[in-house]
C-alpha cells in the first residue's frame, strides 16, 4: 500500500527524518511508535503531502506522490489536534464537507449514529467539550470510505465507550480490507488493534513487521516492553 524508500526531511539543522524506507502492508492495521521527535508525525505529512521530503520518494499503490494529488481522496486523516470553522456546528460542517467533496459514494455514517452527541451537533463547535470536538474528527476521518486511514492518538480524550466505538469501527473497517496507520503514545491500544509495527528512533526505521515477531525477537509479552527492549539495544549499540 505504501512504500517510502530513503526518505530524509529536515527542518533547518534538525533532521527529522534520515533516509527511512519503509513498507506498510495493504488491508493491515500498521501501529507507528517511537519516543517524541522521532519523526512519526513529519512521515505522516509527507504522507499526506501537507510537506514534501528533501529528497526519497513515497508510493501509494504505485503511484507517486508529488505526481498526482489525486490519491488524497482516498486518504482519511484524523489528525491529533483538529482545527474546524468555530462558528459551523458540527451537522453544518459534515454538510459542507460533503458538498465541497461531491462523494461518488455513500457517505459513511456510522460513527455519526454510533457515538452520543446528544445535542452537541447542532452547537457551534466553539461550545463543544474537547472529547465531542475529537468524535467530530473521527466521524469525518471515515465519513467518505477512504481505502487508507491515518490516525494520529484517535482515543485521546475521549471517554471508555466512545473509545470502545471507535476502536471497534478500525476493526470492522479493517476487516473490509482498509489499510491503517495508527500512532498512539498508548502501547495497549496499539497491542490490542495492530497486526504490525514500525518503530521509528532517531528518523530511521528500527524495526517494522508483524507485532508478534517484535515480542518474539525482543522476548517480551507486550509491546510497551517490546519497544522498551528496543529502546535499551538502540543505546547500547
Do not use: C, W
Request: no cysteine; charged share 25%; aromatic share 6%.
Amino acid at each position: 500500500m505504501i512504500e517510502a524508500r530513503r526518505v530524509t526531511k529536515s527542518f533547518g539543522k534538525l533532521r527529522v527524518l534520515d533516509e527511512l524506507s519503509l513498507t506498510i502492508r495493504p488491508g493491515r492495521i500498521t501501529g507507528l511508535v517511537g519516543p517524541n521527535a522521532a519523526g512519526k508525525t513529519t512521515l505522516a505529512k509527507i504522507i499526506l503531502g501537507l510537506i514534501k521530503p528533501d529528497s526519497g520518494t513515497v508510493e501509494i499503490d504505485g503511484n507517486l506522490i508529488g505526481a498526482d494529488d489525486s490519491y488524497r481522496s482516498r486518504i482519511g486523516y484524523m489528525p491529533q489536534l483538529a482545527r474546524f470553522p468555530e462558528n459551523l456546528s458540527a451537522r453544518e460542517l459534515f454538510a459542507m464537507l460533503a458538498d465541497l467533496r461531491s462523494p461518488s459514494r455513500l457517505l459513511d455514517d456510522d460513527l455519526l449514529q454510533a457515538f452520543n452527541f446528544g445535542g452537541a451537533l447542532d452547537k457551534p463547535i466553539r461550545a463543544l467539550s474537547g472529547g465531542t470536538r475529537q468524535k467530530v474528527n473521527a466521524v469525518i476521518a471515515f465519513m467518505f470510505q477512504p481505502d487508507l486511514l491515518i490516525l494520529d492518538e484517535p482515543t485521546a480524550g475521549l471517554d471508555p465507550v466512545s473509545s470502545g466505538v471507535l476502536k471497534a469501527k478500525v476493526l470492522r473497517e479493517k476487516a473490509a480490507g482498509k489499510t491503517f496507520l495508527l500512532t498512539s503514545h498508548i502501547m495497549s491500544e496499539l497491542d490490542e488493534l495492530a497486526d504490525d509495527v514500525a518503530f521509528i528512533n532517531d528518523g530511521r526505521v528500527a524495526f517494522v513487521g508483524a507485532l508478534t515477531e517484535l515480542k518474539r525477537i525482543t522476548r517480551q509479552s507486550n509491546l510497551e516492553r517490546a519497544i522498551a527492549e528496543m529502546m535499551k539495544r538502540g543505546a547500547a549499540a
